[in-house]
T-cell receptor, first 113, second 113 residues
């Protein structure tokens, strides 16, 4: 299975700061890139997703930046809040191939008050 | 409510027991997944059922046996488990053959004693 490499593994940010999580992929056929957010005791839930026809997508304080030539995409959380403390997973899948997504290893984000 | 319901939420079983995990979705999806989530490890895809086709991770031990009687229900039958099988087992669903996000349940926390 093609890898999706996610970094950092853990991240600590002060309230009001910017949280940045990065992912890199190998398979150029990937054309759907979702981010999931998981709180303790819950399953992952879709946070935001992007397709490669745009370089950026913003939803509230959450932004995905996508660099097709570098095969990288990142999640930016602006004005990070303690309620954003969770584990974040990036994923990638290809419409022309297997619909089964490939997940990154996850990033544990802690936002200090 | 995620639209994907998993029962039980918690399960403690001995190594000689036989138990089953249940997953139910009424989102009209036609692909269902089992994932294993262990502490400090990435999400591990175990099985996928889609349109009566089964995809499985060849590294999953035979003591885990999936069953998908229809597109709305998915089971994971467990027998003679090992302590290292203790983990959060997540069920997810999605429309097949489209780049759409997975909808996860909140998981079953399994402890093998």
């Amino acid at each position: 299975q093609q890898q999706v490499k996610q970094s950092p593994q853990s991240l600590i940010v002060q309230k009001g700061g910017i949280s940045i999580i990065n992912c890199a992929y190998e398979n150029t056929a990937f054309d759907y890139f979702p981010w999931y957010q998981q709180f303790p005791g819950k399953g992952p839930a879709l946070l935001i997703a992007i397709r490669p026809d745009v370089s950026e997508k913003k939803e509230g304080r959450f932004t995905i930046s996508f660099n097709k030539s570098a095969k990288q995409f990142s999640l930016h959380i602006m004005d990070s809040q303690p309620g954003d403390s969770a584990t974040y997973f990036c994923a990638a899948s290809a419409s022309g191939g297997s619909y089964i997504p490939t997940f990154g290893r996850g990033t544990s984000l802690i936002v200090h008050p | 409510e995620t639209g994907v319901t998993q029962t039980p939420r918690h399960l403690v079983m001995g190594m000689t027991n036989k138990k089953s995990l249940k997953c139910e979705q009424h989102l009209g999806h036609n692909a269902m997944y089992w994932y294993k989530q262990s502490a400090k490890k990435p999400l591990e895809l175990m099985f996928v059922y889609s349109l009566e086709e089964r995809v499985e991770n060849n590294s999953v031990p035979s003591r885990f046996s999936p069953e998908c009687p229809n597109s709305s229900h998915l089971f994971l039958h467990l027998h003679t488990l090992q302590p290292e099988d203790s983990a959060l087992y997540l069920c997810a669903s999605s429309p097949r053959a489209t780049n759409s996000p997975l909808h996860f349940g909140n998981g079953t926390r399994l402890t093998v004693t």
